[in-house]
Antibody
Framework: EVQLVESGGGLVQPGGSLRLSCVASGFTFSNYDMHWVRQATGKSLDWVSG???????YYSGSVKGRFTISRENAKSSLFLQMNSLRAGDTAVYYC???????????WGQGIRVTVSS | QSVLTQPPSVSAAPGQKVTISCSGS????????VSWYQQLPGTAPKVLIY???KRPSGIPDRFSGSKSGTSGTLGISGLQTGDEADYYCGTWDSSLSAVTFGGGTKLTVL
């Protein structure tokens, strides 16, 4: 069974930093592109960043230059380093597996990030 | 403001069929494929349709997808109360170089 478990969320002040982690199991992690998708309360899904199997990275315009996505295949782990956090970054962050052909086929349970003073 | 436009809400009676539209442009749906996700209250999204009309294993054939030009459509037949959820379309936008989702459609089964 595919499992994605996020950790590292919490309350942080504006301008602060957080590092999200996602541990994957039930599949060969290194064979898949991975993404972070967030969702503010009552809002739509918002793609944040993606990383390919060759460590190629992609970012939404709203986080480029502030967030860094990375992966450690030996530990089946995905990371999101978030710096210069803003109130608008407050959301539940999901770790997502890319099944190919545009299919985000497995989602973690989500981890809440709150940016507030 | 989402690049992909969905109706905020749709409703139908149990057993009926409903369709949800997703309108995009030549830089996203027009040149790519559409996926559809179901988000039940308090849970993570789940893929229902990918590559315009493909269903992952375990997704019943009550759910169908299609694409025409710059729009995609999700169809749900034989509606059940358990289908009440938010539905999102998604695709890659080549102008934004980003994955983009629609604003979501809330389905109510009356």
């Amino acid at each position: 069974e595919v499992q994605l478990v996020e950790s590292g969320g919490g309350l942080v002040q504006p301008g602060g930093s957080l590092r999200l982690s996602c541990v994957a199991s039930g599949f060969t992690f290194s064979n898949y592109d991975m993404h972070w998708v967030r969702q503010a309360t009552g809002k739509s899904l918002d793609w944040v960043s993606g990383i390919g199997t060759a460590d190629d990275t992609y970012y939404s315009g709203s986080v480029k230059g502030r967030f860094t996505i990375s992966r450690e295949n030996a530990k089946s782990s995905l990371f999101l380093q978030m710096n210069s956090l803003r109130a608008g970054d407050t959301a539940v962050y999901y770790c997502v597996r890319d099944g190919g052909l545009g299919s985000f086929d497995s989602w973690g349970q989500g981890i809440r990030v709150t940016v507030s003073s | 403001q989402s690049v992909l436009t969905q109706p905020p809400s749709v409703s139908a009676a149990p057993g009926q069929k409903v369709t949800i539209s997703c309108s995009g442009s030549s830089s996203n749906i027009g040149t790519g494929s559409v996926s559809w996700y179901q988000q039940l209250p308090g849970t993570a999204p789940k893929v229902l349709i990918y590559d315009n009309n493909k269903r992952p294993s375990g997704i019943p054939d009550r759910f169908s997808g299609s694409k025409s030009g710059t729009s995609g459509t999700l169809g749900i037949s034989g509606l059940q109360t358990g289908d009440e959820a938010d539905y999102y379309c998604g695709t890659w936008d080549s102008s934004l170089s980003a994955v983009t989702f629609g604003g979501g459609t809330k389905l109510t089964v009356l």
